[in-house]
């Protein structure tokens, strides 16, 4: 199936006044004169998609008659074909609006897409309670309208990347388009206690996560370079199978920050992955091509994880920590595995630059690794670029630093998958001290990746934040088997747009700077966003859990 956005069918050319004044139109061979009323135009439109019309009068004639969906044919007449049946994609029937039921809500006149099937009309779409309750080009009885013309209604975009609610950065996350908040870089919390708080507090978006390798390694005594082996790896897994009994819904491990967890560690938690049938979510071992320990060494230890265990496994952030300078091999690696039958995805996030703090191991002989100047890094919630001068006073702080170090075309050359999604891998803290990721990770790729440069696609673009890791997660969580779809009866998380003024604002120096262009979210068919900005009192998110529970 593909995602590419449908090409819209072209309208009739005008013609000279010398040209012919019979127009074919693909439906039966009936001849009209320019006088039809509308009870015969009403009847043409019920004919067979296979039926063709010689309509005989003026191009606007024939664009009255077949809804301006003309098309010229090779003798110079205008051939005009029927435009297809408005079937509105179906996930579940039996949710779907009862014959002179009132709607909830109806958004009129939006672009409607849907990702997963390709489904890209404008019409209406019908709410009820907190399902998609009717995808149609006909009026909806409804209790509230909301004009939608001019906007895309799509799927609730779901951050694959990021971390754990906070109770502030989410509403930047509304702002985005983010519906469903998902912390698969991994969570520090015991798993119970986590989903407990933040349904208690409550949220604005859906919320849930990976259990996080070296928490438990932390909780059990292991510093980051420190090894275990035989029934030390068996007890980290045995406290990692607690939290996604708990209802995490994945593992999370990350081997450059933690050199301590080796490659016999990793292939354990493959195989508790694939026992449990969750993902395994890794931020790959090596970020740079300095030996010893290059990129290419690191994906293809995870290639050997997914094929030595069968568990699914997920790159992080590929631009930043695996193919970064090499993504077209990084890319070729995994679609070879994929081919092979392995179970691989990947997600990266939209930004030449990537951010931690200078006394990590990320940051350890940077210059060599990464080929890169002081000037070339820029540390959080400043304008201020570093030198030789100021460099060690800021690692001393331990300042979150972003680096720019990811070429441009590793981004373009990662749009072209269709097993890349977008993650954040950041959520704002009330200090601001984020990438601006963190604030504008969807709205930059609408606007930047597909309307301004035209990198990828709009459908494309959406599937990498909808249908995609509904997908992944869906793997574990039976509730994201009905999110990321604009289908009849899917959940009614939903994100209207403005395509033409959607864009990022955050900055490095600034980085709590709502996207503009998102007018309405939708979470549970709850509006947690419209025109006048966030409804902070509606607080409709739901834990997500593994079925592992």
């Not at 990021?162 to 702002?175: L, R």
């Amino acid at each position: 199936m593909s995602d590419e956005t449908p090409t819209p069918r072209q309208r009739p050319v005008p013609r000279t006044a010398d040209e012919p004044e019979n127009y074919v139109v693909d439906r039966r061979k009936i001849v009209l004169g320019l006088g039809f009323g509308t009870a015969a135009l009403a009847g043409l439109r019920g004919m067979g998609a296979g039926d063709s019309i010689v309509v005989s009068g003026s191009p606007a004639a024939a664009d009255a008659a077949t809804d301006g969906t003309g098309e010229t044919a090779a003798d110079g007449t205008a051939v005009v074909s029927e435009p297809e049946p408005f079937d509105g994609p179906v996930f579940d029937s039996s949710l779907r609006l009862a014959d002179g039921q009132t709607a909830d809500l109806v958004l009129t006149g939006g672009r409607i897409i849907d990702p997963e099937s390709g489904f890209d009309r404008v019409g209406n779409v019908a709410l009820v309670g907190g399902v998609i309750a009717e995808i149609s080009d006909q009026p909806i009885a409804a209790n509230r309208s909301i004009d939608a013309t001019g906007l895309v209604i799509s799927p609730g975009f779901i951050d694959i990347l990021s971390y754990q609610p906070n109770g502030y950065g989410e509403w930047w996350k509304v702002a985005d388009g983010v519906t469903a908040n998902v912390g698969m870089h991994g969570l520090r919390f015991e798993a119970t206690d986590f989903h407990q708080r933040w349904e208690a507090e409550g949220v604005p978006i859906h919320f849930g996560g990976a259990v996080h390798n070296s928490h438990v390694r932390n909780g059990l005594g292991f510093l980051p370079d420190d090894q275990a082996s035989g029934a030390e790896i068996t007890s980290i897994s045995q406290a990692i199978e607690v939290q996604i009994r708990g209802g995490y819904l994945g593992i999370h491990a990350q081997p450059e920050y933690a050199p301590g967890v080796t490659p016999t560690e990793l292939l354990d938690m493959g195989s508790l992955a694939a026992q449990l049938n969750v993902p395994l979510c890794v931020h790959a071992r090596f970020s740079d091509n300095l030996a010893p320990g290059v990129q290419a060494e690191a994906t293809g230890e995870l290639v050997s994880v997914a094929r030595e265990t069968g568990c699914h496994v997920h790159i992080e952030h590929l631009n930043s920590t695996g193919g970064t300078g090499r993504m077209a091999e990084a890319l070729d690696e995994i679609q070879a595995a994929i081919d092979e039958g392995l179970r691989m995805t990947s997600c990266m996030y939209p930004y030449e630059f990537w951010a931690t703090t200078l006394r990590s191991a990320r940051f350890r002989e940077w210059q060599e690794k990464y080929g890169i100047t002081y000037e070339d890094l820029q540390v959080a919630g400043t304008d201020e670029r570093l030198s030789a001068a100021t460099f060690q006073d800021a690692y001393d702080a331990n300042l979150l630093t972003a680096a720019f170090a990811i070429p441009a075309g590793d981004i373009e050359l990662g749009f072209s998958r269709d097993f890349m999604m977008l993650g954040s891998d950041a959520i704002l803290e009330p200090s601001h001290n984020n990438h601006p990721r963190s604030t504008g990770c969807f709205a930059r790729t609408l606007g930047l990746y597909v309307r301004e440069q035209q990198i990828v696609p709009l459908g494309t673009a959406l599937a990498m934040m909808t249908i995609r890791p509904a997908n992944l997660l869906g793997i574990s969580a039976p509730a994201m088997r009905r999110k990321g779809r604009m289908q009849i009866g899917a959940d009614a998380d939903v994100t209207v747009f403005n395509p033409n003024t959607i864009i990022d604002r955050s900055t490095i120096a600034n980085p709590a700077q709502e996207s503009v262009g998102v007018e309405y979210v939708f979470v549970n068919g709850v509006e947690v966003r419209n025109p006048g900005g966030s409804v902070r009192t509606a607080l409709p998110g739901t834990a997500i859990r593994s079925e592992a529970v």
